[in-house]
């Protein structure tokens, strides 16, 4: 069943967001490699913010459905991780000055939108609320895939080092991307922030998560919590060896790219199917009784 706003069905308007992504990852890749110029920030940064306030629209038509934010199967977490890591884009990434950010981003965007809409299994029919009733819940996971747009940003930026570094060792341009990336100076500042930003906004989500679960453990997904604490841990400790200068920054590049990648892997284990009813279902007792 689609929802119906404006006349368009919810995967009508994310596969217009994702056109829109498409078209400017096109447009800026071309620009830079094929017209050998810097495409202009606000001309990504327009092209961009259309295709968000396009997926916006198709994600709040599902949300109606929900009353909160459509967080019921892995289609769902995907867009929701994809159009976070937009809105980092749109409001901190200015910040960063780097103009071939918004081309990376929309690629991004575009690769995830396609997988997601392709593989019509990710979304499956129930259309059930995963986290019960309670807003916090809804907080706790809407805070928790925020998080992971963040780190989708980080590996991102860690993949525009590598390249940086790799042109810059063997003195050859890369693709003929090197003109138009930041300093390695930059992006190791980048890289940092986009870290931290990710990590204090995964532990708050953690922690709103953490006063509920602890009433009733059984309502738990194991393999849920196991493979968030686990992303958390792996971000931890590697923010934890930059702080105390015992990793290099590539090593701190290339582990902030194999985290995100174990993260996506993750998201299978919160999809929910109907083997999880029981759980959110126990979830919502255990919470609403005093």
């Known amino acids: 069943m689609n929802n119906m706003l404006f006349g368009l069905a919810d995967k009508q308007w994310i596969w217009l967001a994702t056109i829109v992504f498409a078209s400017s990852f096109l447009l800026g890749s071309y620009s830079a490699l094929k017209l050998k110029r810097k495409t202009g920030r606000p001309y990504i ?53 780097v103009s071939l950010l918004g081309v990376f981003t929309s690629g991004f965007a575009c690769l995830f939108s396609i997988l997601s809409l392709i593989f019509g299994h990710w979304d499956s029919p129930s259309r059930e609320p995963i986290f019960g009733d309670s807003p916090w819940i809804e907080t706790h996971a809407a805070l928790a895939l925020f998080s992971y747009g963040v780190f989708g940003v980080l590996a991102l930026t860690s993949a525009m080092y590598l390249l940086q570094s790799r042109s810059l060792k063997t003195k050859n341009v890369v693709g003929g991307l090197f003109p138009f990336l930041p300093s390695i100076v930059e992006l190791v500042s980048i890289n940092g922030r986009l870290a931290k930003m990710g990590f204090v906004i995964l532990s708050v989500s953690l922690a709103i998560g953490y006063r509920y679960f602890i009433q009733n453990l059984d309502s738990v997904l194991t393999v849920k919590l196991a493979s968030t604490i686990a992303v958390w841990l792996a971000y931890a400790v590697v923010l934890v060896l930059d702080w105390k200068l015992a990793i290099t920054s590539k090593k701190f590049a290339w582990s902030c790219i ?33």
């Open 258 to 290: 194999f985290i995100f990648v174990a993260a996506l892997l993750s998201l299978a284990a919160v999809d929910r199917n109907s083997d999880n009813s029981s759980h959110a279902a126990a979830y919502s007792e255990s919470i609403e009784q005093p």
């Open 45 to 97: 940064l327009g092209l961009v913010t259309f295709g968000w306030i396009l997926q916006t629209t198709g994600l709040y038509a599902r949300g109606l459905q929900y009353g909160g934010c459509p967080l019921a199967n892995q289609f769902e977490l995907v867009q929701f991780m994809v159009w976070s890591a937009i809105a980092i884009y749109i409001f901190v990434g200015p910040a960063f000055r």
